[in-house]
């Protein structure tokens, strides 16, 4: 073979690697990240030395202790009161910036994504509070939905409005999400969440007087960040007493959310005691047609009867239309109960401790074996009162859904009369 044909592949090859490395260097750090998704970061070094794959499910569980820990830490030091009764204005920035793509495939559908799973993470854990959207776009805040308690109402809405265009203005939002919330009564906390993806905000007048109306109305504002950190979101969350926090990436996005969930420190001047008529209404009978008074509409079967007004609803927890009863029902206030007192924290067990033969060998919740191979005790907790072993994915489970400790429960029954 001629020589001269080998070095002419040899030298389209080298500037085929060397396009490919422009290409690679060219590349921002998050299209690399997308680009090679970064197996080796799967890996760590164990104590011998070898390379294994990393336990996703035990770095999600040390998170979960940090998140806890710093809550336990904060309610412990001082009697925090909490407000059980929430309005909350959820606003999402749909302006021209939320089609940027450093969020795969863009900010807005990240951030739809995400305010779906807070939606229900929030009724879940505040079953007696309501929530409303507003999207801002084109420099102009539209209310999506109003405050309600039906997360599938407000889903339905917010993926049938999956668009983005023009400017942002914070000034609009603050001044429509005021005008809804300064009309809501005492023992209500007034909430606003936004979702910023600009970097900057085009506004009619000065929003420094509309930041101190908030303010002055006790509207707690908080805001999570797309882009970049912005002086006036800052500024507002300052003086409104909320936070202000900015994604990295998507999963951090999604956990910046969720610690809105749970119901936060209630502001000083609402931290009074308030009696608040509530009615716990019957199941309709099936068969019986009746108007409802939420979609003014004839239905068949189903629903509930308001006690004071007889008036149909077709879902709780909700206010009645006709007579502005709070309609509720028993495991609602159950699931709320549960802020005002928190299970203390399990403690960690360290697996070399003198005695770790003596251990208990399973869990006391799920029942599963505790030891890994080679009769080594595994990642355990134990709760510091009964002092029962518990594995991760059980204490997690108690902390965030069952909210009582089966072994303190167990002694409790047991004790005699």
Not at 86 to 107: G, N, Q, W
Not at 207 to 227: A, D, F, H, P, W
């Amino acid at each position: 073979m001629d020589p001269r044909f080998n070095v002419a592949e040899k030298r389209s090859m080298n500037g085929e690697e060397e396009e490919e490395e422009d290409d690679e260097n060219n590349m921002e750090a998050w299209e690399r990240a997308y680009a090679d998704e970064r197996s080796w970061e799967s890996l760590q070094e164990d104590e011998s030395g070898l390379l294994r794959a990393i336990d996703s499910n035990t770095l999600h569980h040390a998170q979960y202790r940090r998140r806890l820990r710093a809550l336990s830490t904060v309610s412990t030091a001082t009697r925090i009161q909490k407000g059980l009764i929430r309005y909350l204005y959820v606003v999402i920035d749909f302006s021209r910036a939320a089609s940027e793509t450093d969020f795969k495939p863009s900010r807005m559908a990240v951030a739809a994504k995400h305010v779906e799973a807070f939606i229900r993470e929030f009724f879940d854990q505040n079953p007696l509070s309501h929530i409303a959207l507003v999207t801002i776009r084109d420099g102009v805040a539209q209310c999506l939905t109003d405050l309600g308690g039906s997360p599938d109402s407000h889903i339905k809405a917010l993926m049938g409005k999956l668009e983005c265009s023009g400017d942002s203005s914070l000034q609009n939002a603050l001044d429509l999400v005021h005008g809804y919330l300064d009309q809501i009564p005492s023992y209500g906390h007034r909430e606003v969440l936004i979702l910023y993806s600009a970097l900057s905000t085009c506004d009619p007048g000065d929003i420094m007087e509309t930041i101190q109306k908030c303010k002055n109305s006790k509207i707690r504002c908080s805001v999570v960040g797309l882009s970049a950190e912005i002086y006036i979101c800052k500024h507002l969350c300052q003086e409104t007493g909320g936070t202000y926090t900015v994604a990295m990436d998507e999963a951090h996005m999604k956990e910046l959310l969720l610690e809105h969930a749970p119901p936060p420190p209630a502001i000083a001047e609402f931290a009074v005691s308030n009696l608040i008529k509530m009615g716990f209404p019957q199941r309709a009978a099936e068969g019986v047609v009746s108007i409802c008074s939420c979609h003014k509409e004839a239905k068949v079967g189903g629903g509930y009867t308001c006690p004071r007004c007889k008036a149909r609803v077709c879902e709780l927890p909700t206010e009645c239309q006709i007579c502005g009863l709070t309609l509720v029902s028993s495991p609602h206030l159950a699931r709320s109960y549960h802020h005002l007192f928190p299970i203390t924290p399990f403690n960690d067990v360290p697996p070399t401790l003198p005695n770790s033969h003596k251990l208990p060998r399973v869990c006391f919740g799920c029942q599963q074996p505790l030891i890994q191979s080679g009769n080594k005790p595994g990642l355990r907790v134990a709760c510091p009162n009964c002092n029962q072993h518990f594995c991760l994915d059980c204490d997690i489970y108690i902390h965030e859904s069952l909210h009582n400790c089966p072994g303190c429960e167990s002694q409790r029954n047991s004790k005699p009369p």
